[in-house]
């Protein structure tokens, strides 16, 4: 093409040429997109609430943040450069995910400013079409980028909450509760696998550490199923409570799991088990020297 | 590394203070043995809280002092098993069957007045295990 | 992989220094402590193993990592007089010692990969494993 005579040396076909007048149509753009701050953003704030996104916030919270992203926006058109926008999405992320917000309302957003800024361009360059091609041409692959930015920032700061919520949930999942002095209570629910037995049996040891537990009820009412793995990990947390010195109850054995367990040969015999958590309990409380008994008989006789 | 010894009422006392090799086991178990005898000792507590891996040898050995004490008339209990030292001993199919276990040294020390207690009320020597 | 820390087992207070040196070198990799005890008390088993039946031998530490993963690989290797059976040293309560039986199936339960090589007369060599998942 760059030897077609006349046109060889036309800004079009000049690489050189080209990037000079990508960026001097950048400049122009920008300037526009300055000059018409107020207007644009107040139209972009319009279409948002008209295509019902980001219903969870308020006007004002939409139009200012929608001021927000207007500036980083054009910021980012200017310098080319992509961190603080990149920075900018996270942080807006961090904010309007625990709101709610989904995925489609952010690219709608992004999506909805590129319409809103290349409709200006059209009302401003509809004389000139040869200029408006132009000028979108050094437009649209920088607004593309931008929405890429800010929809990868939004859906990677939403991976990062859901790994926070799911190492909480974790954590959650098997919490050791002091019932009353020197006594543990570790209720499990759910599906055990050896990484999560794991994790349960390094909790619960800490735990008759820092609590000078003597004596530990764990209840396994809520598991589904138990294999011979997960069955042998039990008995080991058995066993390594006791070297720590407490004695541990077990409760809760469903048929199917007490079935299971001597079908597979699991050695039991050094466990103690009891029915039910509420029987474990008053063993547990015989144990440690406790005796319960109903209010009347404890009062004295007036 | 020598283990120091306490004597302490009826009881002896041996806090371990830093990592064992066999030979140093092997003779705090001697000299645990020796000494049930010569003080008439009625309980051993051996204080490992220091000990940040158990191996086999230690575990036979601390299982040999508690079988070898009650032989000689001594109730033995080992305290302050560290929590990953006690997971790692059971991976590995260390129990301590039969030995008694307590969390630290006041634990071990009532347990002891327990059992000696439960020993005298019964009139004279017994066994009794726990786990 | 980073050059390898050679530990000569000749004497049972080499057995210390050798756990305590693998403890080190897995706690600088960012194992749990969980798992630092779990690598120290493997090789003490294998590090008594030497003394015990080839009398000398060496422990060599090292880090490996693969893919996501990263390890501590720990080698035990002797000239003693072999294992005739290795399936059955493997095998637990297998002992020649009149110890636990404990040694090999002991720390091969507490590592995730374990392989052992022997020729009879001619030594034999063990060689363990223990991974850690990277940005877990």
Known sequence: ?302 | MEVPILKQGHYLIASIQSALTDADLSHLREALIERVGRFRARGVIVDVTALDVMDSFAVRTLRDIAHMARLRGAETVIVGIQPEVAFAMVQLGLTLKGVSTALDLEEGLAFLNMQTQVRIERGGPGRIDRG | MADALLIPITADVDVVTARQRGRDLAAEAGFSSGDQTVIAAAISEIARNILMYAKRGEIALSLVANGDRQGVVVVARDQGPGIRDVPRALQDGYSTSGGLGLGLPGARRLMDDFEVVSDAGKGTTVTMKKWRRMNA
């Open chain 1, 1 to 302: 093409m760059a030897t077609k005579g006349k046109d060889a040396q036309s800004p079009l076909t000049d690489p050189q040429a080209q990037t000079e007048s990508t960026a001097a149509l950048l400049r122009e753009l920008v300037a526009h997109l300055r000059q018409n701050r107020t207007q644009l953003r107040e139209e972009w704030a319009r279409r948002i609430t008209r295509a019902q996104l980001l219903t969870a916030m308020t006007e004002e919270e939409i139009f200012a943040e929608a001021t927000s992203v207007y500036d980083n926006y054009v910021e980012a058109l200017e310098t080319g450069t992509f961190e603080a926008l990149q920075a900018y999405a996270r942080n807006l992320s961090e904010r309007i995910i625990p709101r709610g917000v989904e995925t489609h309302e952010v690219v709608g957003i992004v999506l909805l400013l590129r319409d809103v800024l290349a409709r200006s361009l059209f009302g401003k360059y509809h004389e000139d079409f040869d200029k408006l091609n132009r000028i979108l041409d050094a437009y649209e692959p920088a607004a593309n980028r931008i929405a890429n930015t800010v929809a990868v920032g939004f859906v990677q700061e939403r991976e990062r909450i859901i790994r926070q919520q799911q190492e909480a949930i974790r954590e959650l999942s098997t919490p050791v509760l002091q019932v009353r002095e020197r006594l543990l209570i570790l209720p499990i629910i759910g599906v055990i696998d050896p990484q999560r037995a794991r994790q349960l049996t390094e909790q619960l040891l800490r735990a008759i550490r820092t609590n000078r537990a003597k004596v530990v009820v764990i209840d396994i009412t809520g598991v589904a199923a138990m294999d011979s793995n997960v069955a042998n990990h039990l008995v080991q947390t058995v066993e390594a409570s006791r070297l720590l010195g407490a004695t541990v109850i077990v409760t809760g054995l469903s048929p199917e799991i007490a079935q299971t367990l001597v079908t597979i040969g699991v050695d039991l015999s050094e466990m103690a088990t009891v029915g039910d958590l509420q029987g474990g309990i008053e063993e547990a409380e015989r144990l440690l020297g406790y005796k319960v008994l109903p209010l009347e008989e404890v009062t004295p006789k007036a």
